[in-house]
């Protein structure tokens, strides 16, 4: 019953490392998110997609950059891996004809830089 | 101020008490608000929704929403341990044809048995 995948549930990567988070969903929503989730900061937008091969910035898009070929798949990509970016990823989708307009989460992923 | 605040707890209650969290949101023209459960060390879980003024129920949760307030609280009848987890409010907008989200930092709540 799983609806929104991510590909490592913990992922540990050295400084300067390009690094690549999946996520793909199975929902046909047409909305998907990237956010960073830190203690005392909540969830801050990274960046999202209202469409394939459409993207936004969101509120700290710095070191990051994203991918939407397919509909189902929303990558985020870390250009060169900092200590900073050790945080816990979310990916999220909606629909907006969805009647909650709520976003399903993954289980989320766990990146350790160091 | 910030955009969405809540307070961050922990709230105590014990079991079969009714839990009430609360959140407040600066933007008035917001349209949309959420309450999302997160156990730790898992993702956010959708678990109510709510556009217009008033109470909405489901279960044993109840989603309140005063605009003019700009106050959106939930209420947790009979609270069971397994209440136990933060508690996000959610606050939607429509900013330049996307509808923006807006999360607060959550608020822990611990039931006692």
């Known amino acids: 019953d799983v609806k929104v995948t991510q590909s490592s549930r913990y992922l540990v990567k050295r400084t300067g490392e390009k690094v690549f988070l999946e996520c793909v969903q199975d929902?046909?929503?047409?909305?998907m998110f990237w956010y960073r989730q830190d203690p005392g900061l909540g969830l801050r937008l990274i960046y999202f997609?209202?469409?394939?091969?459409?993207?936004e910035k969101g509120d700290i898009p710095e070191g990051y950059s994203v991918s939407r070929e397919k509909k189902e798949r929303f990558s985020l990509i870390l250009e060169s891996a900092s200590t900073n970016q050790t945080s816990m990823y979310l990916c999220?989708?909606?629909?907006?004809?969805?009647?909650?307009?709520?976003?399903?989460f993954g289980s989320g992923t766990r990146l350790t830089v160091v | 101020q910030k955009e969405v605040e809540q307070n961050s707890g922990p709230l105590s209650v014990p079991e079969g008490a009714i839990a009430s969290l609360n959140c407040t949101y600066s933007d008035r023209v917001s349209q949309s608000f959420f309450w999302y459960r997160q156990y730790s060390g898992k993702s956010p879980e959708l678990i109510m929704s709510?556009?217009?003024?008033g109470d909405k129920e489901d279960g044993r949760f109840t989603a309140q929403l005063n605009k003019a307030s700009q106050y959106v609280s939930l209420l947790i009848r009979d609270s069971q341990p397994s209440d136990s987890a933060t508690y996000l409010c959610a606050v939607s907008l429509n900013s330049g044809g996307y509808q923006k989200v807006t999360f607060g930092t959550g608020t822990k709540l611990q039931v006692i048995p």
């Open positions: 997609s209202y469409d394939v091969k459409m993207k």
């Open positions: 999220a989708s909606s629909s907006p004809t969805d009647t909650n307009y709520g976003y399903t």
């Open positions: 929902m046909d929503h047409e909305n």
């Open positions: 709510i556009y217009s003024n």
